[in-house]
């Protein structure tokens, strides 16, 4: 399926907190990741991933790609010149394409690619100042401001260190900051993909969440907003905060379905990836 972004100055996704503060767990993220991809075996570059068809190094080689994106787009964001790429991109055939494109490469070199992309995306990190993170760049769901397109790459890199550290019996780091902006973001993320396909849906989901603890409350309207749910909100999703992030971004059914009228517009990730929420 592919996307139809949102484009100009009226973002589909909006992030409650301080811009800035996604710069730390979106670097610590890379940074465990690449280290952890160093001492790795050959046969367990080549162990199959969680993503159908790839091995460990068919998914570095697509968050090597995705690195330089976000670098591109933010950098192209912070002149004042937000890239409309993604009009054209496809997410289950444009990265297969860059994976096939790699056939041949050595290990080696894959990992080198990735830990230069890696570096050059951790410097921009640090050359931002505070008014840059808030300024709108590329990302699959639109022109979002550069800290939501920071939740996004944080988010993908973190699941798919998953995708590659659980088949082979490595239990993957869980920093509580890398919990929290993966939550909030993937909470988004699917009914922002459902809106901008055409989708007319109107309200609040609650989400309750534990290890670490956190009370969303995620509102669509126009756009989606994510911020701090009331203390005394029902829940219309509830469970661990890992396993959470697990199901909404499709690796594991729901523990119990999500409640509430905002329920069918999180169908919009499944539908983006050709896959069933389950």
């Known amino acids: ?40 075996t050959d046969d367990q570059w080549a162990h199959p991933s969680r993503c159908e068809g790839w091995s460990g190094r068919d998914v570095i080689v697509h968050l090597d790609s995705t690195n330089s994106f976000w670098t591109y787009s933010i950098e192209a964001g912070i002149r004042g010149e937000p890239t409309t790429l993604l009009s054209t991109f496809d997410p289950v055939t444009s990265p297969a394409a860059f994976v096939d494109a790699s056939t041949g490469m050595p290990t080696s070199e894959v990992l080198e690619g990735f830990m230069a992309s890696t570096d050059a995306l951790v410097d921009l990190f640090a050359s931002l100042d505070e008014a840059a993170w808030a300024v709108p760049a590329e990302a699959p769901p639109g022109h979002l401001s550069v800290s939501a397109v920071a939740h996004h790459a944080l988010w993908d890199s973190w699941v798919h260190e998953r995708d590659i550290l659980l088949p082979l019996g490595i239990v993957p780091a869980v920093e509580v900051d890398e919990v929290a902006a993966c939550l909030r973001y993937v909470a988004a993320l699917a009914p922002a993909i459902a809106l901008s396909g055409g989708a007319v849906a109107a309200g609040r989901l609650a989400i309750a969440a534990s290890d670490p603890d956190l009370d969303l409350l995620v509102e669509v309207g126009d756009a989606v907003r994510v911020g701090s749910a009331p203390g005394d909100t029902e ?44």
């Open 235 to 278: 829940p219309g999703l509830a469970g661990d905060a890992v396993d959470l992030i697990e199901s909404l971004s499709l690796r594991r059914p729901f523990d119990e379905p999500i409640r509430g009228e905002l329920a069918p517009v999180y169908g919009g990730l499944a539908e983006a990836f050709d896959a069933e929420l389950s």
């Open 1 to 40: 399926m592919q996307l139809n972004p949102r484009y100009g100055a009226d973002p589909i996704i909006s992030l409650e907190g301080s811009p800035a503060a996604i710069a730390e767990p979106t670097v610590r993220q890379r940074r465990r990741l690449a280290e952890t991809l160093a001492g790795l």
